[in-house]
C-alpha cells in the first residue's frame, strides 16, 4: 500500500478547524510513519505535507489559546503570552539568546544555560573579555525582559525559561510585529 492511499487527499492549504481534523491528520500521519520504507520519499509526499500542516496550525492555534510564548523558527518574531507579537528581527544576539532559552526549555523545561554558552551564541565569532562578555548577557537578558519576555529567570545553571511557560513554535512565520524591538 503506498503513502499517498493511506492519506486522505486535503490540499496543503486545508487547515485544522477541530479536533477530528487533528485526530486524522496524526492517525494519518502514524500509519504513514509505520509503512515508510523511504523517509526521503514519506517527506516529499503531499499528503504528508498537508498532515504536518495541519497539525502545526492546530498546534499554533491553540498555543495562541493558552497564553504560550510562540516564537518563528529563528526567533526573528515572538508572540507573548499576552498576545502581543514583537518583531526581534534587527535585534540579532537577543534574538539568539531567546532561541538557545527556547531551545533548552524545549528539551527540558527549566534547565539553564550558562552566561558563557549565551555569550558564544549570541556574538559568535566574537573574542571578547569575559567580563565584559557577562555584562553583554545581563543587557541582551534585560532587553529581553524590558520588550516582554519576563519568563526569563536565573538559575544555579545560568538562565533558563520559567518551566510553567509554555513554548510555542510557529512554523508559519506569519506572526505580524506589532511593535518594533
Same mark, same amino acid.
Given at each position: ?5 493511506? *492519506? $486522505?487527499?486535503? &490540499? ?14 496524526? %492517525? ?9 520504507? !523511504?523517509? !526521503?520519499?514519506? *517527506?516529499?509526499? &503531499?499528503?504528508?505535507?498537508? +498532515? ?9 492555534? @491553540?498555543?495562541?489559546?493558552? %497564553?504560550?510564548?510562540?516564537? +518563528? @523558527? ?6 507573548? &503570552? ?9 535585534? /540579532?544576539?537577543? @534574538? @539568539?539568546?531567546?532561541?538557545? *532559552? ?21 556574538? &559568535? ?33 545560568? $538562565?533558563?525559561? !520559567?518551566? +510553567? ?6 512554523? +508559519?512565520? /506569519? ?7
Amino acid at each position: 500500500m503506498t503513502t499517498a492511499a493511506l *492519506l $486522505y487527499d486535503a &490540499p496543503a492549504s486545508s487547515l485544522a478547524r477541530n479536533d477530528c481534523e487533528v485526530s486524522d491528520a496524526i %492517525g494519518r500521519l502514524s500509519i504513514a510513519l509505520s509503512h515508510a520504507d !523511504d523517509v !526521503d520519499a514519506l *517527506l516529499d509526499d &503531499p499528503n504528508v505535507l498537508a +498532515s504536518i500542516e495541519v497539525l502545526a496550525h492546530a498546534s499554533a492555534r @491553540r498555543a495562541k489559546r493558552r %497564553g504560550a510564548l510562540m516564537l +518563528s @523558527r529563528d526567533a526573528s518574531r515572538v508572540v507573548l &503570552p499576552n498576545g502581543l507579537a514583537v518583531d526581534f528581527s534587527q535585534r /540579532d544576539a537577543p @534574538r @539568539r539568546i531567546l532561541l538557545a *532559552l527556547a531551545e533548552a526549555s524545549a528539551l527540558e523545561p527549566g534547565t539553564g544555560v550558562h552566561w558563557t554558552d549565551l555569550l558564544a551564541l549570541g556574538w &559568535p565569532d566574537e573574542k571578547v573579555a569575559l567580563d565584559a562578555g557577562f555584562r553583554r548577557v545581563r543587557t541582551a537578558i534585560w532587553t529581553l525582559r524590558r520588550l516582554g519576555v519576563r519568563q526569563i529567570a536565573r538559575t544555579r545553571a545560568g $538562565y533558563a525559561i !520559567d518551566p +510553567s511557560t509554555s513554548i510555542a513554535w510557529d512554523v +508559519s512565520n /506569519d506572526v505580524a510585529p506589532v511593535r518594533s524591538a
